[in-house]
T-cell receptor, first 114, second 113 residues
Framework: QKEVEQDPGPLSVPEGAIVSLNCTYSNSAFQYFMWYRQYSRKGPELLMYTYSSGNKEDGRFTAQVDKSSKYISLFIRDSQPSDSATYLCAMSEILTGGGNKLTFGTGTQLKVEL | SAVISQKPSRDICQRGTSLTIQCQVD?????MFWYRQQPGQSLTLIAT?????????ESGFVIDKFPISRPNLTFSTLTVSNMSPEDSSIYLCSFLGLSGGYTFGSGTRLTVV
């Protein structure tokens, strides 16, 4: 079993839809949770970063963490064609010395159609 | 926020040769990281590079194959040595920002023929 599971998609939605992207994980030591967006032939871009359980909102994006269920979600409201990309979840546990090692999901490919 | 530049953006190399990838950050960062992204797979950490000390490699990656340099707090290189087609992948550098999130370079798309 992988430490982080993420549905690879592809996920296709109409413009304006609410998108829900999800990851599950098995390592209860994970403390930090991130969502990255990666456009084709580009590096991952940090979208959201959360530390604890609960919701965090930034514009059209909401990140949700449920540590008890080991489940995280990213919601995109009013989706736009420019949101078409691969979305990667990532998480880390605290390592001694202050460095954090990121463990990524495989990414979900999202296409928002006009 | 700090900007990271990575080059080359892509290369096609002959098997048995080596390629050095460079990453430059426009401010000083303590730790830099090198990842590999293979098609259909998640990003995998190769090693962590600290300035002034040897890089720390993850399981499955060795210094002879992926030597790393970190001469100062703004620059790092990763060399892919004695390449084979299995090394064809995207290689990414990254650093931990002050906000706690990681910033990535744009990646180097390597094809070994």
């Amino acid at each position: 079993q992988k430490e982080v599971e993420q549905d690879p998609g592809p996920l296709s939605v109409p413009e304006g839809a609410i998108v829900s992207l999800n990851c599950t994980y098995s390592n209860s030591a994970f403390q930090y949770f991130m969502w990255y967006r990666q456009y084709s032939r580009k590096g991952p871009e940090l979208l959201m970063y959360t530390y604890s359980s609960g919701n965090k909102e930034d514009g059209r994006f909401t990140a949700q963490v449920d540590k008890s269920s080991k489940y995280i979600s990213l919601f995109i409201r009013d989706s736009q064609p420019s949101d078409s990309a691969t979305y990667l979840c990532a998480m880390s546990e605290i390592l001694t010395g202050g460095g954090n090692k990121l463990t990524f999901g495989t990414g979900t490919q999202l296409k928002v159609e006009l | 926020s700090a900007v990271i530049s990575q080059k080359p953006s892509r290369d096609i190399c002959q098997r048995g040769t080596s390629l050095t990838i460079q990453c430059q950050v426009d401010s000083q960062v303590t730790m830099m990281f090198w990842y590999r992204q293979q098609p259909g797979q998640s990003l995998t950490l190769i090693a962590t590079a600290n300035q002034g000390s040897e890089a720390t490699y993850e399981s499955g990656f060795v210094i002879d194959k992926f030597p790393i340099s970190r001469p100062n707090l703004t620059f790092s290189t990763l060399t892919v040595s004695n390449m084979s087609p299995e090394d064809s992948s995207i290689y990414l550098c990254s650093f931990l920002g002050l906000s706690g999130g990681y910033t990535f370079g744009s990646g180097t798309r390597l094809t070994v023929v």
